[in-house]
């Protein structure tokens, strides 16, 4: 079976300028995607936009169609739609389409499967009409819907972003319901200097700012004891701010604290990985060139820590010249050349992330809920289950699938993990490092016996003349 020099998963930023670039270098790559376009979720669905949706989206948004645009390579292979479930040993990659079973082989794997959305388990969270702001994102990007009588409850930017989009989309929300605090701000201000490196993204935040202040939209900061009421869907928040208790009637809750890094594949690999206490995560362990300590294993993106769409691009580019020295198609002088100005950028798109990881805490208890709270949505797990096995002697998550299933339903932990990880440790007086985290093992994803089976057929194993 023909085989490709390399295999990216993921077509975000990070993957599409890996891929692309990588390509124009000389290798012969192979880009899989879960998605039908290139974009990943900051430029999702950006081929198709219309002009009135773009407008209200920005420009930030439609600067993706530049990378999607560096696609069309005769050396790169785009498998759209591919849902990648298991990566082998010798780097076979297996994945499904609309149903059927493949794989790919590579001599080089880079994951570029960028971040989740931090979850916010808060008392009524899993109520219908709670969603997070990417997925109120996802639906106006790739579908125009507009949600209604909506409020915005969290912090970081990505608020301030959503809550301005529907400024300008004609159905601003109701309430920007912030919790980081007047202090966290004094507390970022030791970073203003270095954050004036990245003072574009400082002027974005306070114009976006601007236009929902403009717009009339009620904002909150310091909120507390937050909790969304209803039946059988949201129907109100309360919060208190100030010493006073809110009470805002609202049919849809987007929830936003912070995204953290996908880090799934990489550790069922078998990459190392490490707390990181300024963005309350796990990150994978790499070096300068983004390599993990698995031979042969890259990641980029926000996937090997949060940066941004644009360190997320860089990164690719550092990349694609490291793999195309290795694999002979460039000089290692050439290889350093190029790469100098590129992490000169990489420094200043940096510059700022530790003033808005300080200014923008996660909500202190989203990460270790009250005891009633849900944390795994799959198996219906609360936080005091989770304090009830540490009781009984759970000292980590993988013990916790044994005490009562948390992280063994269809999302393999990606939504509680990091909660389970910060109960445990809490209730041992541990480190999240010696807590540690959910063993990943294949799938990945949810993948049907059909799918399973399609896999013996040799029809099903994909070369590089596959037009998927």
Not at 17 to 26: D, H, N
């Amino acid at each position: 079976m023909e085989r490709f020099d390399l295999a990216v998963i993921g077509a975000g930023p990070a993957g599409m300028t890996t891929a692309s670039q990588a390509a124009s270098l000389g290798l012969r790559v192979a880009l899989l995607d879960e998605q039908p376009r290139a974009g990943g979720q900051i430029y999702r669905d950006v081929d198709r936009v219309k002009p009135a949706r773009a407008a209200i989206l920005g420009q930030d948004y439609t600067y993706g169609k530049r990378l999607t645009y560096q696609l069309a390579r005769e050396s790169l292979v785009h498998f759209t739609g591919a849902m990648v479930w298991s990566i082998e040993d010798g780097f076979r990659v297996f994945f499904t389409k609309a149903g059927n079973g493949a794989k790919v082989v590579a001599d080089k794997v880079v994951l570029a499967t960028g971040a989740l959305e931090r979850p916010m388990p808060v008392p009524g969270w899993t109520l219908p009409g709670v969603m997070t702001a990417g997925a109120g994102q996802i639906l106006l990007k790739q579908s125009g819907v507009l949600a209604r009588n909506a409020v915005l409850v969290g912090s970081g930017p990505l608020l301030y972003l959503t809550a301005a989009q529907m400024v300008r989309a004609g159905s601003p929300p109701v309430a920007l319901i912030e919790t980081q605090t007047r202090a966290d701000l004094i507390s970022a201000m030791r970073h203003l200097g270095g954050a004036m490196r990245g003072w574009q993204y400082l002027i974005k935040g306070l114009r976006l700012l601007s236009e929902i202040i403009r717009a009339g939209v009620p904002r909150y900061v310091s909120a507390t004891n937050i909790a969304i009421e209803g039946q059988d869907t949201a129907e109100a928040i309360s919060f208190a701010t100030d010493g006073k208790q809110h009470r805002i009637a609202c049919s849809t809750v987007f929830l936003h604290h912070g995204i953290v890094p996908n880090t799934q594949a990489a550790r069922s690999l078998g990459a190392i990985h490490c707390w990181d206490d300024r963005q309350a995560c796990f990150t994978p362990k790499l070096d300068e060139w983004c390599r993990t300590n698995v031979r042969g294993l890259y990641v980029v993106g926000d996937g090997g820590g949060i940066a941004g769409a644009k360190a997320a691009e860089i990164s690719g580019r550092l990349v694609a010249l490291k793999l195309a020295e290795e694999t002979g198609y460039l000089p290692v002088a050439e290889r350093d050349s190029r790469a100098r100005l590129l992490r000169s950028a990489l420094v200043r798109e940096h510059a700022v992330r530790p003033f808005l990881d300080v200014a923008y805490p996660p909500y202190a208890a989203a990460l270790t809920p009250d005891d009633d709270t849900i944390v795994c949505r799959c198996e219906e797990v609360t936080a005091g289950d989770i304090r009830g096995y540490a009781k009984l002697g759970c000292r980590g998550p993988n013990q916790a699938k044994a005490f009562g299933r948390a992280g063994m339903g269809s999302c393999q932990g990606r939504y509680c993990g990091l909660t389970v990880t910060a109960l445990l440790a809490q209730a041992h007086g541990q480190t999240p490092d010696d807590t540690g985290y959910y063993r990943i093992r294949p799938p990945l994803k949810p993948v049907t016996l059909g799918e399973l089976a399609a896999m013996s057929d040799p029809e099903h194993d994909v070369g590089a003349k596959t037009s998927f």
